[in-house]
C-alpha cells in the first residue's frame, strides 16, 4: 500500500549531519488506523481508492550521536511503521529500537508486540517500558505472556512521575491520565533531551478531569502532540459520546484562548479517528493552522 506523507518534505538524506535528538512521527491515526475497516463515508473514500494510509499513532525517539533509538507505541501497524522508520533515516539504524514505550492497552498502542513472536520476527530481548498493570497484564494474558517465557521481549516496570535515563542526555518521564482504563492504567510520556521537552499524551478523558492543568504542561515543554481524537462532539452519529471520552480539539483550543501565539504553536495535534477532518482534509488543517495551532503529521521531523 502506497504510503500518504501529509506535505511533509522528506529532507533525510543528510540526517546524520543532526547531532541533537530529535523525533520522528510514525503514525498519526487513531488505533483503527486510516482508512478506517469498513468505512464508506467520504472521510475514507479517496484513501481507499487512492490506496492511501496513515499509520497508527507511533513516535520514534532519536539519537544520532549514539546512533540509539526508541519508540512509542507497538502498533498494529508496527511492521510498516519499521520499515517507514528506516527508510527515512536511510537505514542508519538498528531495525529493531533499543526500547519500546508504551501508554496502555488498548488495540492501537500495544498489539504491535505480536510480531515480536515466534509466528513472526521472533525478536530476542527487545525493552519494553509500561507501567505495573500493563506489565502484569503482558505477563499473565496470552498471547503476550509467550513472548515474555520465550524472551522475545524484556519487560521494564514504570512507576507513576518517575524518570527513566536512556543516555546520559536523554530521558522520559512517565505520569499516568485519566482514560478508560479496562485492563491497565493509561500513560503519558514527557521526553526530556539535552536541549528540547516533548509531551506525549496520545489518549486522555477530557483535561478537566486530570489532577493537572494541561496549559500549565505546554508552558514547561518545547512541543506537546495532543489526544485530537474527535474534532467535535457530532463526528460519531448515534455513539454516545460519553463512553469514548476524549477532549475534543475545540475544547482543547478553547483551553488555550486568550494564550500567546508562541504557546499555542507547541501544540500538535495527534491521534485522529478517520472521522476527524484534520486528519483528511487540507481546508480543515490549514484553519486549525491558521489559528496558530498545528497538526502531526506522518514523516514529520520534530
Known sequence: MKQLILTVSIFFSSVSLYAQPYLLVLGTAQDGGYPHMGCK?????????????????SLALVNP?????????????????????????N???????????????????????MQLGREALGAK??????????????ETNGPWSQLVTLKNIELHELSNNSLTGL???IKVKTFTVPHRDEY?????????????????????????VWQKDIRTEVQQVDIALLDATFHKSDELPGVRMDEVPHPYVVETMQKFTGRSDEEKAKIHFIH??????????????????????????QGMKL
Open 41 to 57: 463515508k467520504e472521510c475514507c473514500t479517496k484513501a481507499w481508492n487512492n490506496q492511501e494510509k496513515i499509520f497508527v499513532v
Open 91 to 113: 537505514h542508519e539504524y538498528k531495525y529493531l529500537p533499543d526500547g519500546i514505550f508504551i501508554t496502555h492497552a488498548h488495540m492501537g498502542h500495544y498489539t504491535g508486540l
Open 65 to 89: 550521536d549514539t546512533k540509539q533509538w526508541w519508540l512509542f507505541e507497538a502498533t498494529p501497524d508496527i511492521k510498516e511503521q519499521l520499515h517507514y522508520f528506516a527508510e527515512l533515516t
Open 184 to 208: 491497565s492504567e493509561t500513560a503519558g510520556f514527557k521526553i526530556i533531551t539535552q536541549n528540547k521537552k516533548y509531551l506525549f499524551i496520545p489518549d486522555i478523558n477530557k483535561w478537566d
Open 125 to 138: 530481548g527487545v525493552n519494553v517500558y509500561a507501567l505495573p498493570k500493563l506489565k502484569h497484564y503482558l
Open 167 to 169: 543516555t546520559k542526555d
Open 272 to 297: 485522529m479517528n478517520h472521522t476527524n477532518p484534520l486528519l483528511w482534509n487540507d481546508t480543515a488543517r490549514t484553519e486549525l493552522i491558521k489559528s496558530g495551532y498545528k497538526v502531526a503529521l
